[in-house]
Nanobody
């Protein structure tokens, strides 16, 4: 069983920034972040494969969020800038192996999930 260690959620005012992190102790995985806004279904946010550095983003966060990886720590970071109230959600880290590009945005592509961390954007 792979345990994903998430951290970095919290409350911030509109226009502010937060950084989420997710660690997969022991080895690198294909990683993604999903989020579930209040009263809505979970949705894809961003993903990065273990074999390269290319990132994939949802249109709603592109140019505001940046996903990066520290290979030495098996950790990915989601830097979130220019946050709006629409970004309020529970953010989930997900990990998988051998995820092909066309499946990176699908929840079913990932075998392991974190418990989620709350991000609240309000004034």
């Amino acid at each position: 069983q792979v345990q994903l260690v998430e951290s970095g959620g919290g409350s911030v005012q509109p226009g502010g920034s937060l950084t989420l992190s997710c660690a997969t102790p022991g080895r690198p995985y294909d990683m993604a972040w999903f989020r579930q806004p209040p009263g809505k279904e979970r949705e894809f946010v961003a993903a990065i494969r273990s074999r390269d550095t290319r990132q994939y983003y949802a249109d709603a966060v592109k140019d505001r969020f940046t996903l990066s990886r520290d290979r030495t720590k098996y950790t990915v970071y989601l830097q979130m800038n220019s946050l709006t109230t629409e970004d309020t959600a529970v953010y989930y880290c997900a990990a998988g192996q051998g995820v092909i590009s066309s499946s990176l945005r699908r929840e079913s592509a990932y075998n392991y999930w974190g418990r989620g961390t709350q991000v609240t954007v309000s004034s």
